[in-house]
C-alpha cells in the first residue's frame, strides 16, 4: 500500500492556486490545512481541496502539527527563514518556493537547517515541469550543439507596474519592499534561468557584471529593468534581461555545432551539425546546408508548448516529484545548496550594478 503523505500549504495565494490542484488529483496526498494571513485565500484553497476538507486559518503553528508530514511554504521571501526553518527543525519535509529568501544570510541559514535534517527539504523551480528543459540538458550533454558559448535568456513581465500603482494609491504589497523581496524583477526571475543554464550545461557562474534601474514603477524600491551578463568556469558566457515593465520571454543556447531558440513558450527553433535528435518533446531531423563558415545544421522549427503548473499527471510535475522524493526518503531533486547558489550569483550582480564593477561569485 502506497503511504499516504499529509501536507500543510503555508501561504495559500498568489502562485499557489496554479498548482493546488496537483495535490488534490494525488490519491496518495492529503491537504490537511491552507494557511495564509488572508483568511480568504486559505478559504479559497480549502474550496479546491474540498474533498479533504482542509482547515483553512491564519495560523501558522498548523503547519509544524504532528500529523503533519509536508510543508510547502509559498509565501514573501523574507518569511522564508522563520518559517523554514521551524519546519524543519519540526521534522518535516519542506518544499519552499525560489527565492530561498530575501538574504543570502538567511539563505544560507535554512541551507543549514536543512543539511541537520534526515528530511527532504528542496527548492520548488517551475520550469523542471517542462519537458523541454530536459531535452535541452540532453542535447547539450551529447555534444549536439558541440561546445556551448553563449546562452541567453529573456524572462519580463509587466507587473511592476501593476504593483507600483497600488503602492501609489496606498496598497503596498512586499514585492514593492527591497527588505522583503531582497531586490526586485532580477531576484525574483533571474535565479529560474541561472539555475537552468548551470544544470543544462554542467558549468558553473563564477564572475557577474550587472545593470539594475527602475524606470517606469516609482512606486517600487526595486529594480524594474536589470541586465546581467555572466562568466561560466568553462568560458561560456550567459546573458540574461529581466524586467518589470516590460513582457516577453526567450531562452536561447548557442554552440559551436547548432543553437536552440525557444520564444514565446511556445516556438522552438533547432540547429545542429551533429545529426537527429528524438527527445520527449523536442523532434529534430538533422540535414546539412552551407554557409558561411562551412557546412552547418539545417533550422527546423516546432511547437512546443509547457504543460500546465497543476498537471498531476505530468511525471516532471515538480510538486509531484517532489512528494514522491519525501514519500520514498530520497533527496529533493532542487536542493537548497543550489538555490543559495544562485542567489549568490543574483548578489554578485547587485554588487556589481551598485559598483561598476565586475564581481566574483564565491
Known amino acids: 500500500m502506497t503511504r499516504r503523505l499529509n501536507v500543510s500549504f503555508v501561504g495559500s495565494g498568489g502562485m499557489a492556486g496554479h498548482y493546488l ?19 480568504e485565500s486559505a478559504g479559497r484553497a480549502a474550496e479546491i481541496l474540498a474533498a479533504d476538507a482542509p482547515l ?55 541551507a543549514r537547517a536543512a543539511g541537520r535534517s534526515p528530511r527532504t527539504v528542496g527548492l520548488y523551480m517551475s520550469y523542471f515541469d517542462q519537458p523541454l528543459m530536459h531535452d535541452l540538458q540532453d542535447i547539450v550533454r551529447q555534444g549536439r ?22 503602492a501609489l494609491e496606498g496598497k503596498r504589497t ?45 512606486g517600487l524600491e526595486g529594480e524594474d529593468l536589470a541586465t546581467a551578463l555572466l562568466q561560466m568556469d568553462s568560458g561560456a558566457m550567459i ?25 514565446g ?32 545544421g539545417v533550422e527546423q522549427t516546432m511547437e512546443v508548448v509547457p504543460p500546465g503548473f497543476g498537471d498531476a499527471a505530468n511525471p516532471l510535475n515538480q510538486h509531484r516529484v517532489f512528494l514522491e522524493a519525501a514519500r520514498e526518503g530520497r ?7 543550489s538555490g543559495v547558489h544562485d542567489m549568490r550569483v543574483v548578489m554578485a550582480v547587485y554588487e556589481s550594478a551598485r559598483t561598476g564593477r565586475a564581481v566574483e561569485v564565491r
Open 21 to 39: 490542484s496537483v495535490y488534490r488529483d494525488l490519491a496518495w496526498v492529503r491537504v490537511l490545512s491552507c494557511i495564509d494571513v488572508n483568511p
Open 56 to 110: 483553512a486559518t491564519s495560523d501558522y503553528n498548523h503547519a509544524l502539527a504532528d500529523a503533519v508530514d509536508v510543508v510547502v511554504i509559498n509565501t514573501p521571501n523574507h518569511l522564508h527563514k522563520p518559517q523554514a526553518i521551524a519546519a524543519i527543525e519540526a521534522g518535516k519535509h519542506v518544499l519552499l518556493q525560489k527565492p530561498v529568501a530575501a538574504k543570502l544570510e538567511d539563505a544560507e541559514a535554512i
Open 145 to 166: 550543439l558541440g561546445e556551448v558559448v553563449h546562452c541567453y535568456a529573456r524572462l519580463m513581465h509587466r507587473g511592476g507596474m501593476m504593483w507600483s500603482r497600488e
Open 174 to 218: 512586499w514585492r514593492g519592499s527591497t527588505e522583503q523581496t531582497g531586490g526586485g524583477c532580477l531576484i525574483q526571475l533571474a535565479v529560474h534561468y541561472i539555475h537552468i543554464f548551470e544544470w543544462i550545461t554542467g558549468a558553473r557562474v563564477v564572475r557577474a557584471t550587472g545593470f539594475t534601474r527602475r524606470v517606469h514603477c516609482p
Open 239 to 263: 546573458t540574461l534581461d529581466t524586467a518589470w515593465c516590460a513582457d516577453g520571454e526567450e531562452l536561447a543556447v548557442h554552440g559551436t555545432c547548432g543553437r536552440i531558440v525557444y520564444r
Open 265 to 296: 513558450n511556445r516556438r522552438l527553433s533547432m540547429a545542429s551539425s551533429a545529426g537527429p535528435f528524438d527527445g520527449r518533446v523536442v523532434r529534430y531531423s538533422g540535414g546539412l546546408t552551407e554557409a558561411f563558415g562551412g557546412p552547418v
Open 331 to 337: 533527496p529533493a531533486p532542487v536542493s537548497i545548496d
